[in-house]
């Protein structure tokens, strides 16, 4: 593993976690350092939403702990786990469909202490120019580029310090995807941490820090992110050939 000057924003120590008697990851140890982009990579079912779950409350912890700016959070609330100031934005976007862009923005405002919701709503529709332009628009009649916006919009309402997108690229046509790339790097530059699952390789590599490749619910590599794309168990992964227990890059 390369060096840490400081010690990790969020901290994975032997953990293990599933759904109900459902094992899904076993013995997980991951670090985000603040103002790191840290990306997840593995094949379907390889356990990387679970991974966000467990960080979120979602999937219980079996074993191990999860560590937030210090704090213990192992088997925190949802709701907890986002005062604490992290936020998660699920594969699938799931916005409220039903609702407006304002509504949805509305609807994720927690009022951690910081900046009001206008501050927190300008610095959306700054970001999104889009979101400002369809503020009054039904989320169900946006397109799926529009929609994911929406989605990482609703997480930043939470003013977190470190935010988990899970495949905010996945159905985006290559032109949105690269504009959400921006938009991570950007948040990263302005002091964020970042927790990054995501199926487009190429693309989270480019954009990342440090990475882990899980499979089958095991960490198999990890290390620098430029130097992950040459490694051949990384291809071995994605297509169906043996990984090693354990490399550090």
């Known amino acids: 593993m390369t060096s840490k000057t400081s010690a990790p924003l969020l901290r994975l120590a032997g953990l ?5 008697r459902v094992g899904v990851l ?4 991951l670090e985000v350092d603040p103002q790191e982009i840290v990306v997840v990579l593995g094949p379907n079912g390889a356990g990387k939403t679970t991974l966000l779950n467990s960080i979120s409350g979602v999937a219980r912890a079996t074993a191990g702990t999860i560590t937030f700016d210090g704090r213990d959070i192992t088997g925190a609330r949802p709701e907890a ?3 604490m100031g992290l936020a998660h934005c699920p594969e699938g976007r799931q ?19 910081g900046k009001s919701f206008e501050a927190l ?6 970001m999104f120019p889009i979101l400002k332009e369809r503020r009054n628009s039904m989320a169900s009649r946006m397109s799926g580029g529009q929609q994911q ?3 990482v919009a609703r997480a930043l309402m939470a003013e977190p310090r470190l935010l988990m997108l899970d495949e905010p690229s996945l159905g985006l046509a290559p032109l949105i995807a690269h504009q959400i790339f921006r938009i991570i790097l950007d948040l990263s530059k302005d002091g964020m ?7 487009n390789v190429q693309l989270a590599l480019e954009c990342g820090d440090y990475a882990y490749l899980l499979n089958t619910g095991r ?13 051949s168990a990384l291809g071995d992964a994605y297509l169906g050939g043996a990984t090693p227990d354990v490399i550090h890059s």
Do not use: K, P, W
């Not at 293990?16 to 109900?20: A, D, F, K, L, V």
């Not at 709503?121 to 700054?126: G, L, Q, T, V």
């Not at 960490?219 to 490694?231: I, N």
């Open 16 to 20: 293990s976690s599933g759904y109900g």
């Open 26 to 29: 076993t013995d997980i140890s």
């Open 81 to 83: 786990v986002v005062r």
């Open 95 to 113: 916005i409220f469909q039903r609702l407006t862009v304002e509504e949805n923005l509305i609807a994720a405002h927690i009022g951690r202490g």
């Open 121 to 126: 709503r300008e610095d959306a529709f700054e």
């Open 149 to 151: 916006m929406l989605a």
């Open 193 to 199: 941490s970042i927790l990054l699952v995501e199926q």
């Open 219 to 231: 960490v198999r590599l990890h290390g620098d992110a430029r130097e992950m794309a040459e490694h």
